[in-house]
Every structure is written in structure tokens, then in C-alpha cells.
């Protein structure tokens, strides 16, 4: 059973970054030494490359068995294979072209260019496929190791933004959104029931843009308007968090972690 969330803070967005790198690291070994393989699903946004930027200059990478990592993303921008504002292209940038991975472990989320071409609820529903192949057992998504979300001034998470209808999602494990307020307006997500299913949710959050969407969710308000509410990890849920955009976080929450 999942505790409350809990909430970590850092000196500044570089200090994050390498924090939740290490800890990334850590997650990753400890998963592929106790069954294997590690799930981890990815971020897109500005925290999501910061981190795998910091992963890559650290030392640490060295530890992690590239070849036994699955590699999942949360959301995608709806465009072609190698567009610059794909987050899938940007984790290759940061990090992912530079470690041996397994191509067949990384899990893009299709674009306009993919099997179902211009059909994005056909790509969305074979994205789901490609979970619930990967999950086995009848189950819709893996035992995910860890979920990382980056959180807009909206609070949005994912491309889950406040007011969608892909809020109401409870059956699918994966949607296409059309109308999204930040572009590109259309786009794949992963719904609440699938980002609810890893055991440790992170959500990684930078600047003083983001504190008032950041106070928003840890402050009980609901997850329409504010998704990054509606996430939760079934073990644990962690804020990591730079000080500029930990200021409207309830002071009770608050454990400092950098001097
Ligand atoms: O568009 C997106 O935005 C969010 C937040 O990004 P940020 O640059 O404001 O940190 C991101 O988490 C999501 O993956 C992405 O598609």
C-alpha cells in the first residue's frame, strides 16, 4: 500500500538532475539483481533529458546493465521518427544513442511515420498492445520499476492535461489526445490506471513556473484540475524538486536534501 507522497528538495535544477540520476542508477541495478530486467518508463520535457543527460556523465552508468533494460515512455508527441520536439529523440540526444541498449527493449511510442501512419487511435491502441504483450499474464502494463514525470505549469503530467477527457480513462492503458494545450496539440498518452501501476512514481519537477502547479497538487486539489494528482506509485510517490519550484509546497511535506 502506497504511503503519501513525499517530497525531496534540491539546490537547484543541475543538483536534481544528478540526484535523480543516481537514484535512477540505484533502481535500475536493484531491479536487474532481483529479477532480471528493469521497467522504467521515461519522461519527456525539460526534466526528462536533464536526467538522462546527468545519467550519462556520471560514472555510475557504468553499473547498469544496458542490456536488460526495457525502456517505456509516458507520453509522446505525435510526430515522425527523428523530429527534434519527439521525446523520444530528445532521451537519444541526452542519452540513449550513447549506451548499448537492446533496440528491441526500447519501447518508442509510434509516430504519424508508424505502422497505422495518421491513425493515432490505432497507434495508441498498439502501443497498449506492445504493454500488455511485454506485461504477460492478462495484465495491461508490466510491473513497472519506476515511473518518472515531468509536471507543467498546468500540472499537467504525461500528456494527461487538467480538464481532458483522457482523465476519465479507466480501461485503456494507453489514448490518443487531440487538442492538447501545448503543442504539438496531438499526441499519446498513458492514462491514470497505467501510470498507477509502477511501484515508485517520480515526479521531477525545476523552476519557479512550476511552483504553483506543484503546490496545487500536493495541496488536495483534484486530479481534473490538477493530473499530477491523480499519480501514484503502489509502493511509494516522490517530489524531487528544485528549491524555486518547492515554494508553495505545504512546509509539512518538505525534507530538504541539499545544503
Ligand atoms: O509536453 C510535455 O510536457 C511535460 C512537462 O515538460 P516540461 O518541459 O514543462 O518539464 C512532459 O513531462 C511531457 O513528457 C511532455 O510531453
Given at each position: 500500500m502506497s504511503r503519501g507522497p513525499s517530497v525531496v528538495v534540491h539546490r537547484d535544477k543541475q543538483l536534481l538532475a544528478d540526484a535523480a540520476a543516481a537514484r535512477l542508477v540505484t533502481a535500475i541495478v536493484d531491479a536487474q539483481a532481483s529479477r532480471g530486467e528493469a521497467d522504467i518508463v521515461l519522461t519527456g520535457g525539460s526534466m526528462g533529458s536533464a536526467i538522462l543527460a546527468a545519467l550519462g556523465a556520471s560514472?555510475?552508468?557504468?553499473?547498469?546493465?544496458?542490456?536488460r533494460l526495457n525502456l517505456w515512455w509516458?507520453?509522446?508527441?505525435?510526430?515522425?521518427?527523428?523530429?527534434?520536439?519527439?521525446n523520444e529523440t530528445q532521451a537519444r540526444e541526452a542519452l540513449l544513442d550513447t549506451v548499448p541498449l537492446d533496440p528491441a527493449r526500447v519501447h518508442a511510442i509510434p509516430g504519424?511515420?508508424?505502422?497505422?501512419?495518421?491513425d493515432l487511435d490505432a497507434a495508441a491502441a498498439r502501443y497498449a498492445g506492445q504493454l500488455a504483450a511485454a506485461a504477460g499474464?492478462?495484465?495491461?502494463?508490466?510491473?513497472?520499476d519506476v515511473v518518472m514525470l515531468g509536471v507543467g505549469p498546468?500540472?499537467?503530467?504525461?500528456?494527461?492535461?487538467?480538464?481532458?477527457?483522457?482523465?476519465?480513462?479507466?480501461?485503456?492503458?494507453v489514448v490518443g489526445v487531440r487538442?492538447?494545450?501545448?503543442?504539438?496539440?496531438t499526441r499519446i498518452s498513458l492514462t491514470f490506471p497505467a501510470l498507477c501501476a509502477a511501484r515508485d512514481v517520480w515526479f521531477l519537477v525545476s523552476g519557479a513556473d512550476k511552483a504553483s502547479a506543484v503546490g496545487l497538487a500536493l495541496s488536495g486539489a483534484g486530479e481534473m484540475q490538477?493530473?499530477?494528482?491523480g499519480v501514484h506509485g503502489t509502493r511509494s510517490t516522490t517530489w524531487l524538486l528544485d528549491r524555486e519550484a518547492a515554494?508553495?509546497?505545504?512546509?509539512?511535506l518538505i525534507r530538504p536534501a541539499s545544503p
Open positions: 560514472g555510475a552508468r557504468d553499473a547498469v546493465d544496458w542490456r509516458g507520453d509522446e508527441r505525435f510526430l515522425p521518427a527523428g523530429d527534434p520536439d519527439r504519424p511515420d508508424g505502422a497505422d501512419g495518421a499474464s492478462g495484465r495491461g502494463v508490466p510491473a513497472f498546468d500540472a499537467h503530467v504525461a500528456s494527461l492535461f487538467p480538464e481532458h477527457a483522457a482523465l476519465h480513462e479507466r480501461e485503456r492503458s487538442g492538447a494545450p501545448k503543442p504539438p496539440p490538477a493530473p499530477a494528482a515554494t508553495h509546497v505545504p512546509k509539512q
